[in-house]
């Protein structure tokens, strides 16, 4: 335990007033320390808004590829970003049922064919007879309406024969104009109808349409 007389209190408070004092002063006069890293500026300026937009390569004409006869799809020449000429095969659709009447008509025709050749030999002979006066006139005319008749059934037979062979080409899907295909999303073995659309090409001059976002309001 320490004992301190008054006089020695006071000096001692004195004392530690002016060491505080000195502390302080020493503080406040102390330079800052320099801070040291990379140095940045802030100063206004604008930004441009940039987001991606979505664009398609097309046309102002849009021409379609259909089937002319109903049937299912055998082959398909093309897919989309194809470049095709007008007049070119994009697909082909095949009908048996139409296969079948073709040759249905080719039967009718060797048939046909075999009468007709049977019929104009008869009338050689019929003329020949007729000459040396073997058959009468009636008989000559009743053998070459029998011969104009054979002649007629086997030109109509060759007619629907030529008829169904043309339906069965109509099964090729052509171009009907130069462009680039847009679609072609009918698989091989589809099941078509007759009308129905096979593929769509772009026709005319090419444009991009682009499709701009809606644009957000500001805050």
């Excluded at 994009?90 to 249905?104: C, F, H, K, N, P």
């Amino acid at each position: 335990m320490f004992v301190v007389a008054r006089g020695g209190y006071r000096a001692a408070v004195v004392a530690a007033v002016a060491v505080l004092a000195a502390c302080g002063a020493r503080h406040e006069t102390a330079a800052p320390t320099p801070v040291k890293g990379e140095r940045y500026v802030a100063r206004l300026q604008t930004v441009p808004d940039l987001k991606p937009v979505a664009a398609t390569v097309t046309s102002r004409d849009i021409a379609e590829a259909r089937a002319r006869i109903g049937g299912t799809i055998v082959k398909l020449n093309v897919k989309e970003g194809d470049l095709v000429r007008r007049g070119q095969v994009i697909a082909m659709v095949a009908d048996d049922r139409i296969g079948l009447e073709t040759q249905a008509y080719e039967a009718q025709v060797q048939a046909a064919s075999a009468q007709n050749v049977n019929a104009q030999a008869e009338l050689t002979r019929t003329r020949d007879l007729y000459a040396y006066g073997v058959y009468s006139k009636s008989r000559l005319d009743q053998v070459e309406a029998a011969a104009k008749a054979a002649s007629g059934a086997l030109s109509a037979a060759r007619a629907q024969r030529a008829a169904s062979a043309e339906r069965g080409a109509q099964g090729a899907i052509i171009a009907p104009s130069d462009g680039r295909v847009l679609k072609a999303d009918v698989p091989k073995g589809t099941v078509v109808v007759p009308g129905q659309s096979v593929a769509t090409l772009t026709s005319g001059p090419l444009v991009l349409r682009v499709e701009f976002p809606r644009r957000t309001p500001p805050l």
